[in-house]
């Protein structure tokens, strides 16, 4: 007791609080959850499924899914085959098709044997892909207003390997770019040079590019001419020069006649003939047929203008996020598609 004036206090222990265990949360008390059942595939069948995507849609978004996704997309022998098929909607996409190409590219290491481009392609694309690729057997190249005759000559000579090219609306190879290619791809077996057709009155009629393959090209099996104005003439010559042709497509060819000795030899020489009516139901691009109701202007009566030009596609910008989800983390790209 200790008195302190007239009271007194008596000092007492503190009454020991009862200890209460820590809360535990609900989170904790259940065990983690199972990882995706994706992750446990094998990585074969992981890079089947992956090969089913464009190339666009593995560096947009399927390489961020998870860490086992991203290191089967960043193997060489996933890039073998890029496809870069569009809808042609380059102004409304966020990313830089050109730079994700070259991405592409860079990750196949050499091993690059098909290449799809579609819209965004330029001579300097097609540059950087011949300078790593001379192992490439398939090209395809559809809508690229860029790339000029000249480059695409340039660029074959590095590809002594190739079987297939595929142009589709590509309207600055000449025929003397056919030429050229031809002679520099001699082990080419399948050619593809499709436009858009035109019937009556016929805009004028010309053999040069069906020259141009009868006389370059004699180890050709499949060749396709959809929409091109070559007459029979031409057509003959082919048959000349491409003996071992076995499919031809001249739908939309309707300068092309077959009747008589003609449609005879083409039907018994040719195992698969699309002739210039027949359907257009199959054809993966618009088969529309202008009839131009006069050609002393440069406008059909679609509305089309034979100086119809594509707009500028290097102004894009990218805000492309690099942001990635992991199994177990955050982590981030290490390319930006700017």
Known sequence: M???GRKKFQLRRPKSKKKIPPAVSSSSAMEPPPPPPWIELPRDVTANILHRLGAIEILESAQK?????RRVCQDPT????IDMKNLGDLHDMPYDLSIMCRHAVDRCQGQLIDINIEYF???EL???ISQRSNNLRRLRLACCYSISGKALREAVKNFPQLEEL???????ISAGDIESIGTSCRMLKSFTFNDRGYRFPLIECDNEYALAV???MP?????????NKLMNEGLEAILNGCPHLESLDIRQCFSVNLVGDLGKRCSEQIKNLRRPCDSTDDYEWDAEIYDCESFDGNYCSSGYSDNYSIGDYDDYTNPFGSEYSSDNEVWFFDHDYF
């Open 2 to 4: 200790i008195a302190v």
């Open 65 to 69: 899914v998870c860490t086992t996704w």
């Open 78 to 81: 996933m890039w073998r085959v």
């Open 121 to 123: 392609g330029t001579d």
């Open 126 to 128: 097609l540059r950087y």
């Open 166 to 172: 595929h142009l589709f609306f590509m309207s600055e």
């Open 214 to 216: 009868a006389n370059n």
């Open 219 to 227: 180890n050709l099996c499949h060749l396709r001419l959809f929409g």
